[in-house]
Structure formats: C-alpha cells, structure tokens
C-alpha cells in the first residue's frame, strides 16, 4: 500500500464564493427572535453588534456570495487546504473502506477559523470599525481572529473561557504574539462576568456575554463570533466546496459518509454543507454525521427550542438544539466543543432529519487521535479526534462486512498546542465525564418558553 496521497486544486480552480444552504432548504429555518418582544429580529436589531455587509449575509437567501478580492488574498496564503487520503490509517484498521481527511490545520492560526476570521475583519474595517471583542474556547477562534485583525490593522481583545485559560497558556500566548488581549473569562471588567466568582472555570456562554456587553457599549467597537451564526458558517463553506473538487479529483464519483466533530458548528457546517446541497439536489446520497462530546451532547440530547446564545440573555434567542444557556460544561479537552447550543441552521438540518449526531467519551477520541498520529503523522486537534474516533467505528464496522464507503472526514485543526491533554490520556489521567439526567433537567429549567 503507498503513502498518503494528498489531493489539491490549481489557483483557477478555487472556489471564488461562499455557498448558503439555506436557499436550497425545502423548509425555511425559524428566524432569530428578539429577547423582548420575541417578534423576528431585523437589521437594525444587529447594528450594535455588526457591520451591514456581515448582517445582509445573516440574512441572506441567495444561493452563493461573492468572496471579496482582499479576502480571497489572505486565503490563498494557506487554500486550498490539502485532502488526503489516509492510507497508512486504512492499513491499520485492515478497513475496506476509502478514508479521505481534510486537513485545515494548515491555516496561520492552525485551524478552520482562520476562514471567517479574515472575512469577518475585512467588514468590519472598511465600515471604519478598528476595534472587536470576541470569546474563544480553547482559543482557536482567538488566536484566528488576532491573526486577521494584525492584517488589517484592528484592535482585538477576547475573553477566554476560564478553564481553557488556566490549562492552555500557549493558546493564550499565540493570541498574544499575534497583537490579541486576553481575559480571562469570567472577568472583573464586565457586569456579566462579576456575576460569577473570580475563580470559576467558564464557559463559552459568560464569555460570549462578556464580550457582547463590551462591545453594545463601546459605539467604536464591534463583536465578532467564531461559530453558530449563518455568516460565519457561510464563510466557512470554502471546505466543503474544496473537498467536493478535491475528491472528485482522487476518481471519486461522491462520498457515502461526511463526519465532522460539532461544538458551535461552523467547522461541521463548512464540509458538511455544499456536501448537503448535492444531496438535496440527488446527485449524491451520504450520510452526513456530526459527532459531539458525551459531556456536552447538545444535537444529541438537547431540546430543539428557542434559546440564548449566551448566559446573560443579551443575544437574540435563536432557535437551536440547547442544554440551557447557563449550563457550564465539564472541562473536558475539547474546549471548542463546549457550548451549550448548535448554530441554528446545523439544528435545522438535524430536526429536519437530513444530518444524524451521535457523542463519544473523550478517552475513545483520544484513543483514535493517538492511532491517527502514529499511521498519518499529524497530531489531531481535541475537537476533531471526536470525528476521528466516529470514522474509527465506522472503518472497522466496513472491514467486517467488506463494505468500500467512501468517507469524508473534516480535521480542524492540529494540536500541537494540546500536548497537555494527550500526555493526561497517555499517562491514563483523562476522565470520560458524561452529562447526567439531573444536570441536563438542571440547565434546561431557565430556557425561555416562546
């Protein structure tokens, strides 16, 4: 069996526009709502919080958006990403099944958010805006949106979830070397943060609060979101459109089975998307399947209902798989994996049955990460070891059958700055912490009832 065979596209063959799904949904999504008079939020509603270009975008219904010119600059310093086929891991798994993985952690930032980080600060600067606040998990969306705003000549202060900032001082000091100011969250600097004390581990919820709240009153500044709207999983469709050239070039006619790990749910989005329009339009049929943590199964176990983006209620209420938006996951690894909702059109698609979710133990990630790195030599991100371990299951499922499905998997992102987990998992110290009934019954008690 040869090496991993890498697959990619020539400069005139790179997509050229963002794809919205929702122009080829069968049933138009509920839209957000507004936390006081529950009637559908407009433009205006947003205007504190955006630029109009990011705004026309969240609403949009057309089928595709042009990429701007200077954008499209800033890509080409790391797109395409590369496709691989992952032979040596196939080898391993004594699979009949053909492996594909998009590898994002390429990108300057190392890792998918690097995609609508660029965009999302070229907007907000020509609007004249020189100033964002943001939150970040385990501080890929961070260290993306530092990046872009050091091109661009922006301000960026983000608010880093507690447990994330305690436990991964290098994502910290990456957002840093890239020109970002870093809190940690909750803070001192916000009414939403001094709700919580000083020493609690966080979640993106506070921190989403924290950041909102900055920026509503500062007129100069603007807020940026790394996952969950329809804009940032527009921008982050440049995956899927690349994957879809990119597969059809190692002779595939399709694929059977798209995977990708869902936190927020853009990076999931931006494979699993354009993937979805071919199979709205029938011509290809996979399964589509996002995979979350057991200790924050959101698709899984969570009420498809109008929630809060964040724990302070200042967001618009979205209509959303939730577990309740003051619930504060466990600390587990895969910090870009803990949040309490799902970007509403990722839950869409899942209510209306056109994408499956399951949620794993993290210890089986990890075991799958670890067997990833040792055949392909690229040390998984936490967040897509979940994606890993489902391709796993599904891998050896076809070697006992004899099935050859063709499977898709998004890789985020690498982790080399998450040696701290993979030397807790390999010193057996990583504890698989599923979320109880009790919890789950605790946090969906203050979800609004519309």
């Known amino acids: 069996m040869s090496d991993q065979v890498m697959y990619t596209l020539e400069p005139d063959e790179q997509p050229k526009r963002w794809y919205n799904i929702v122009a080829d949904l069968p049933v138009p999504p509920p839209p957000p709502l507004h936390p006081g008079t529950h009637e559908p939020v407009g433009p205006d509603d947003l205007a504190p919080l955006f630029p109009p270009d990011l705004i026309a975008q969240e609403v949009t219904t057309e089928r595709y958006v042009d990429i701007p010119e200077p954008v499209l600059d800033v890509y080409r310093q790391y797109r395409p990403s590369p496709l691989y086929r992952a032979r040596r891991w196939e080898e391993k798994l004594g699979t009949s099944a053909r492996i594909y993985f998009k ?16 965009p999302q600060v070229y907007y907000n600067k020509i609007n004249g805006i020189n100033r964002l606040t943001t939150e970040t998990g385990a ?12 091109l661009f000549g922006v301000e960026c202060e983000v608010w880093q979830v507690g447990a994330s900032f305690d436990t991964k001082p290098q994502r910290r000091t990456l957002i840093e070397v890239f020109g970002g100011k870093v809190h940690r969250s909750p803070s001192r600097l916000t009414e939403s943060g001094k709700a919580f004390a000083e020493d609690h581990p966080g979640s993106l919820g506070i921190a989403i609060s924290e950041a909102v709240e900055v920026a509503a009153q500062d007129p100069e500044a603007k807020y940026a979101l790394g996952s969950v709207l329809n804009h940032v999983l527009l921008h982050q469709t440049v995956i899927g459109e690349e994957a879809l050239l990119q597969l059809a070039k190692a002779g595939e006619s399709g694929a ?23 199979k709205l339009a029938g011509s290809q049929d996979p399964r589509i399947l996002a995979v979350e943590p057991s200790s924050c199964p959101t698709l899984t176990r969570g009420e498809y209902r109008y929630d809060f983006g964040d724990t302070a209620g200042l967001t618009p209420l979205m209509k959303m798989h939730t577990l309740g938006h003051d619930f504060v996951p ?7 994996l803990r949040y309490h909702g799902m970007a509403p059109l990722v839950s869409h698609a899942v209510n209306e049955g056109y994408i499956d979710a399951v949620a794993l133990h993290q210890n089986e990630c990890f075991e799958a990460a670890v067997e990833f790195a040792r ?11 979940h994606a890993l371990a489902q391709v796993r299951r599904e891998a050896l499922a076809a070697a006992e059958t004899g099935a050859e499905p063709v499977i898709v998997v998004g890789l985020s992102g690498h982790g080399l700055l998450e040696l701290g987990a993979y030397a807790s998992f390999l010193g057996g110290n990583l504890e698989d912490d599923p979320l109880s009934d009790e919890a789950l019954s605790e946090a969906l008690a203050n979800v609004p009832v519309i």
């Open 330 to 336: 466990s600390p587990i690894h895969a910090g870009g």
């Open 375 to 385: 055949t392909q030599g690229i040390v998984p991100a936490p967040e897509s070891s």
């Open 256 to 278: 059977d089975l798209v995977v990708g790990c869902a936190g927020g749910g853009s990076n999931f989005a931006g494979l699993a998307f354009p993937f979805l329009r071919e």
């Open 103 to 118: 590898y994002e952690g390429v990108s300057p930032a190392g890792s998918h958010k690097v995609n609508t980080a660029v």
């Open 139 to 150: 501080g890929q969306w961070g260290t993306a949106l530092s990046y872009a705003s050091s």
